[in-house]
T-cell receptor, first 109, second 113 residues
Framework: GIQVEQSPPDLILQEGANSTLRCNFS?????LQWFHQNPWGQLINLFY???GTKQNGRLSATTVATERYSLLYISSSQTTDSGVYFC???????????FGKGTTLSVSS | IAGITQAPTSQILAAGRRMTLRCTQD?????MYWYRQDLGLGLRLIHY???????GKGEVPDGYSVSRANTDDFPLTLASAVPSQTSVYFC????????????FGQGTRLTVV
């Protein structure tokens, strides 16, 4: 099945710093989503982005489908950005999202 | 708009007992899913349903069963719970299987002792 690798596994930032999270996948995809799991365990939808670029406030994401990767950019990070960021994909044969193991982000003030 | 509702929020269960985790969505989505989340392993698919009346097995289906009698509900049953089923369980739904945006419930934290 399709493989999803996220990097880095852990990231520690000072408030105000920028960061880039990466997601590599092993097959063509027809669905790619980024999620933020907050410290209370909720999975928050950030982006539905099988291709192209999207922006939402301080967050933006780019998926280069032909090269099989996606990037999540966080600018001017805040302590509320802390948590785990997951990338999840589905390919043509897939019936559900396959998740990467996540990037744990800690933002300190 | 409620979205996806899971119940209970948390549960402590004796090993060997039967347990049903409930999941209801009000978005009229055709596809629904159950995942479990374990430390260091991310989220893994247990079972899925592409439409009412159909179900399929995911990556880790053993020890679990599901049913999809209608569009809105997708219960997950542990027939005889074991400690290795201690986990956080997430239900999700999407308009169609695989290629549309999926939305997740708040999760059920299950501890089997």
């Amino acid at each position: 099945g399709i493989q999803v690798e996220q990097s880095p596994p852990d990231l520690i930032l000072q408030e105000g710093a920028n960061s880039t999270l990466r997601c590599n996948f092993s097959d063509s995809v027809n669905n790619l989503q980024w999620f933020h799991q907050n410290p209370w365990g909720q999975l928050i939808n950030l982006f539905y982005i099988p291709s192209g670029t999207k922006q939402n406030g301080r967050l933006s994401a780019t998926t280069v489908a032909t090269e099989r990767y996606s990037l999540l950019y966080i600018s001017s990070s805040q302590t509320t950005d802390s948590g785990v960021y997951f990338c999840a994909v589905s390919n043509q044969a897939g019936t559900a999202l396959i998740f990467g193991k996540g990037t744990t982000l800690s933002v300190s003030s | 708009i409620a979205g996806i509702t899971q119940a209970p929020t948390s549960q402590i269960l004796a090993a060997g007992r039967r347990m049903t985790l409930r999941c209801t969505q009000d978005m009229r989505h055709n596809a629904m899913y159950w995942y479990r989340q374990d430390l260091g392993l991310g989220l893994r698919l247990i079972h899925y349903s592409n439409t009412a009346g159909t179900t399929g097995k995911g990556e880790v289906p053993d020890g679990y069963s599901v049913s999809r009698a209608n569009t809105d509900d997708f219960p997950l049953t542990l027939a005889s719970a074991v400690p290795s089923q201690t986990s956080v369980y997430f239900c999700a739904s999407s308009a169609s299987a695989g290629n549309t945006e999926a939305f997740f419930g708040q999760g059920t934290r299950l501890t089997v002792v």
